[in-house]
């Protein structure tokens, strides 16, 4: 059983054609500058051999239509028939709300999700142009929308609700909704198959650290606090946002500095987090080895990183009465050693002891706490379009 994960950004198209059987993916691409002059459709065949194929896209339909031809061509494509893909599973940000599960689409979810925009005005647009094209281009096929936000439906109230005006949740729905729920539900599922144990007998804290980051309480099994608010700028702080701040500095910025709001949004959006601190890099590569070699605001910018994670795990480790694992996960989480060490260091009191050799080892599941942790932590690599494939079915499979 084939199942197409479809991921579109503003400009841009990730895909994946996994086959369900045995989890491999039999193709991939990502295409870019969608709509813009010079468009690139690189795609991947089963054996990671590259093809760059350069065409100007105008839109998202063009791009899906493409990307349809190569599935089906006789030297790069891996499916005779289109009928050969059971679903579509469509990566959608925001969902609101209304879905704490991934649903199959239909006209009526296609309207909630255009009512989401003012939620994710910059995410929700390209995904909805996405699963409109795709349903445009294969009309006998089952589309599935998997959103980041519905793993984190299940936070309580105390959770979720911000302390202002009530009112402004009822009229608007201003509240916390958490962002990363695929992979934060993936890797946590993962670590219950690794150990063989029920993950709802557990109390997890997954870190998905990556140029966007988030730390996520899973207990028995369902997200009870994240780290992402109302919107991705909020938490820890990122490659190039801010995460928690001041609310204050947002104004100030714009009446004592002399910011549009505009200007504002763009500051702490993209030029915040870890590069707006050390003036270098977003990238942790760059950082860390500017660090070694002496730059302070380097450093700066890595111990306010770690400080904050540090203090994130620390108070999830407290709302839940404990925890039994830590996960670390994306770009960040899965290769940088020397995060997740600065990340730890000094959590013994909670009965965290990650063994230094094991911490070494990279692309793979491993376990890097030594044997007295009484807390197990865990590097897991995350895998958001298996995860959305996996849901495509398990909705199929019960409607
Ligand atoms: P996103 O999906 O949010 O764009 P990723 O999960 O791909 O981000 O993570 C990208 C980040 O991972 C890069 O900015 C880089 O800082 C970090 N990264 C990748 N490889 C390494 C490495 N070997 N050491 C440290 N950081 C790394």
């Given amino acids: ?18 086959e369900m059987n045995d989890d ?11 709509g813009i ?25 063009d791009a899906i239509d493409k990307v349809l031809k190569i599935l089906l061509d006789e030297k790069l494509g891996v499916i005779s028939n289109i009928n050969e893909i059971y679903a579509v599973g469509h990566r959608v940000v925001h969902g609101g709300e209304k879905y704490s599960n991934s649903v199959l689409i239909d006209d009526e979810v296609i309207r909630y999700l255009e009512e989401c925009i003012k939620l994710a005005p910059i995410h929700n647009p390209p995904n ?44 608007h729905g201003i509240r916390k909704y958490g962002f990363h729920g695929t992979s934060h539900k993936y890797v946590s599922q993962k670590l219950g198959e690794v150990l063989d144990r029920d ?27 994240t780290s992402m608010g109302f919107t991705p700028l909020a938490g820890i702080a990122m490659g190039t946002r801010s995460g928690n701040i001041d609310p204050s500095i947002y104004t100030f910025l714009i009446e004592e500095c002399g910011y549009t709001v505009e200007e504002t949004n763009e500051s702490l959006n993209k030029k915040s ?13 760059d950082l ?20 904050r994670i540090r203090g994130q795990i620390a108070a999830y480790a407290a709302h839940m009465g404990g925890v039994d694992a830590i996960i670390f996960t994306a770009g960040i989480g899965e290769n940088s050693s020397i995060t997740r060490k600065a990340c730890l260091k000094g959590m013994e009191f909670l009965g965290v002891k990650i063994d230094e050799e094991l911490n070494n ?29 996996k849901e495509t079915i398990e909705v199929l499979n019960c409607s």
């Fill in 128 to 171: 909805i142009i996405g699963i409109k094209a795709c349903r445009e281009l294969m009309q006998d096929t089952p589309m599935i929308a998997v959103f980041d936000t519905a793993f984190h439906q299940s936070m309580p109230d105390i959770a979720y609700i911000y302390p202002i005006e009530y009112s402004l949740y009822e009229e």
């Fill in 24 to 34: 491999k993916v039999l193709c991939q691409g990502l295409v870019e500058r969608i």
């Fill in 199 to 225: 993950i709802e007998d557990m109390k997890i804290i997954s870190c998905h650290l990556g140029n966007g980051a988030s730390i996520c309480a899973i207990k028995e099994g369902k997200s009870i606090d």
């Fill in 361 to 389: 080892i990279r692309g793979e599941i491993v376990e890097i706490s030594g044997d007295t942790s009484k807390v197990k932590v865990f590097v897991i690599p995350t895998n958001e379009e298996l995860m959305i494939a």
């Fill in 273 to 285: 987090g870890v590069l707006g601190i050390s003036g270098i890099s977003s990238d942790f590569r």
């Fill in 37 to 61: 002059e010079n468009s690139l459709l690189v795609h991947k065949n089963l054996f990671q051999e590259k093809y760059s194929i350069k065409e100007n896209f105008s839109n998202h339909k």
């Fill in 288 to 307: 860390e080895k500017a660090a070694l070699e002496g730059n302070k605001r380097a450093k700066l910018a890595l111990d306010i990183f770690y400080y």
């Fill in 1 to 18: 059983m084939k199942i197409l994960v479809i991921n579109c950004g503003s400009s841009s198209l990730k895909y994946k054609l996994i």
